[in-house]
């Protein structure tokens, strides 16, 4: 649970009304105060400070490392590291969806509802991870300069994550849809009605976003600006003390127990739910195509046809374990408590952070390089661009 809570401080302590004692935290002051453990829970004051709650965020993971007036050069390894991981994760999801887009835009990859999905979905890939490199620069920068508009801050804070988080579950569900269509053509066979999927697989699309946009609402409304100030250095003789006192900004979430606990099912909501769907359609599409096959094949029994179909479909199967197994460092990040002193394993929180983003990556991989139809059309999509190009 978030809470801003002052009613842990004893108040005999503090006078807040008196602006000589109202002095905002250093970190030593918040560990004598507060205690080892909630010393690292708090930031603010004593009269206005945040407990942190459940979550970390990109913000509770960079702000110790961030340098205030501070040029990127000059800012600490780990902070430059970041930037470079951002960029080369930007460009590799540019490639794929490029590559992704090519093979998908051609209509004999759109001749069923699949296609179109995937073409969905390596726009929202490209967005996701666009957002992700957006969100970075955002903390960044508005930690490094203060000078930023409040507006601009409070703006960022509110619809950055939330609309990272759209675009990465928009993903998620979109290759979940496609698994559905996949074992709806092994239920149907001939009776498949390609016209009726590519209809369904528009509307889909485009009420999908405003369904997942639902759920995330209430981040639109709990995300707010904390702002606080350091106290003034009276120990350095050379500037004035206003001179020396330096504001701070953070983006917090103050959620209530109920709106906590529906923040965590819906966390898992949308991860755990595009798996399972996975994970059933591919299982569906083994043993449904093994049964369609023992009937017209008889020469073989039916343990045969499920080893035969696995074979062939083996990747149905290992690709929502994977994208599973990518996805849950960000449940996991979205669950610690807010606690965790993130300097003491940086790396292993901010790893746990890129890998989470990778599966908005790896469309052309997973869907296009395993399937020979798509990699016809890939192929001859692209031979197509080449023709076109000028030499």
């Known amino acids: 649970m978030t809470l801003r809570n002052k009613e842990i401080v004893n108040t005999e302590y503090f006078d807040c ?5 109202s002095l905002l935290f250093s970190n030593q002051n918040i560990f004598n105060i507060l205690g080892p453990e909630l010393s690292s829970c708090t930031i603010g004051d004593q009269c206005n400070f945040y407990i942190k709650g459940i979550g970390l965020t ?3 993971i960079l702000r110790d ?3 205030q007036n501070t040029v990127l050069n000059n800012q600490s390894f780990s902070i430059k590291l970041s930037a470079g991981l951002t960029i080369i994760m930007f460009v590799a ?17 759109q001749q069923v509802g699949c296609g179109m999905y995937l073409l969905t979905s390596s726009i929202t890939s490209l967005l996701a991870i666009s957002m992700l490199i957006i969100k970075f620069w955002f903390v960044v920068l508005t930690h490094i300069n203060v000078s930023i508009s409040l507006s601009v801050l409070r703006g960022g804070c509110a619809s950055i994550e939330p609309i990272l988080k759209l675009f990465l579950y928009l993903d998620g569900w979109l290759n979940a849809c496609v698994a559905v269509e996949r074992a709806a053509l092994i239920l149907k066979g001939v009776n498949f009605d390609k016209k009726k999927s590519k209809s369904i697989a528009r509307r889909t699309i485009l009420i999908l976003p405003f369904c997942i946009l639902g759920t995330l609402i209430h981040e639109l409304a709990f995300r707010r600006l904390f702002e606080y100030e350091t106290a003034p250095d009276t120990t350095d003789t050379s500037k004035n003390n206003e001179d020396t006192i330096k504001r701070y900004v953070s983006c917090i979430t103050y959620y209530s127990p109920s709106i906590q606990d529906y923040n ?3 966390l898992f909501f949308h991860l755990i739910g595009p798996f399972i769907v996975n994970l059933f359609s591919a299982l569906f599409i083994i043993f449904g195509g093994a049964r369609q096959r023992s009937k017209a094949q008889t020469n073989q029994n039916f343990k045969e046809h499920i080893q035969l179909q696995f074979s062939e ?3 149905l199967i290992i690709s929502p374990i994977v994208l599973l197994i990518l996805s849950i460092p960000r449940l996991i990040i979205s669950l610690l408590p807010g606690c965790a002193k993130t300097s003491e394993n940086l790396w292993l929180y901010l790893g746990a952070y890129f890998i989470s983003f990778t599966p908005s990556m790896l469309i052309f991989l997973i869907f296009v390089f395993p399937s020979k139809l798509y990699m016809k059309a890939f192929k001859q999509s692209f031979n197509r661009i080449r023709q076109r190009t000028p030499p």
């Open 58 to 60: 990109l913000d509770d």
């Open 264 to 266: 965590t099912a819906i």
């Open 93 to 109: 999801g540019l490639i794929n969806s490029i590559l992704s887009f090519i093979t998908f835009q051609s209509k004999d990859s």
């Open 17 to 21: 009304q008196n602006n000589s004692i």
């Open 65 to 67: 490392e961030l340098q």
């Open 313 to 315: 479909h083996k990747q």
